[in-house]
């Protein structure tokens, strides 16, 4: 299994972007996703995860109630949509695979990296 992590961009603060995380390949087992971010200097944090069957949703103190994480098992994608974009969410966004997890926020429990793909929000 492969993942692929896209949406990201340049935006203006308040704007919106939506990140996708696409699996590919062949897996029978279930997985919880999560997405993880780094910012230039600091350390990977937390920002949302989603189980296998969406009922699951776990949320950094910092996003909640601007970003949304939700999934599509039939194809095989989960999104990140950011809403109210600030300049201190500018970042390399990373989705990650938990196999048989259920949303946890520690990043050691995740089993599958993808490559990130690039936030920039401009004050």
């Known amino acids: 299994v492969q993942l692929q992590a896209s949406g990201g961009g340049l935006v203006q603060a308040g704007g919106s972007l939506r990140l996708s995380c696409a699996a590919s390949?062949?897996?029978?087992?279930?997985?919880?996703t999560g997405w993880f971010r780094q910012a230039p200097g600091k350390e990977r944090e937390f920002v949302a995860a989603?189980?296998?069957?969406?009922?699951?949703?776990t949320y950094a103190e910092f996003v909640k109630g601007r970003f949304t994480i939700s999934r599509d098992n039939a194809r095989n994608t989960v999104y990140l949509q950011l809403n109210n974009l600030k300049p201190e969410d500018t970042a390399v966004y990373y989705c990650?695979?938990?196999?048989?997890?259920?949303?946890?926020?520690?990043?050691?429990?995740?089993?599958?990296w993808g490559q990130g793909t690039q936030v920039t929000v401009s004050s």
């Open positions: 989603i189980s296998w069957s969406s009922t699951i949703t």
């Open positions: 990650a695979l938990d196999f048989g997890g259920e949303a946890v926020m520690d990043f050691r429990d995740y089993d599958l």
């Open positions: 390949g062949r897996t029978r087992r279930t997985y919880a």
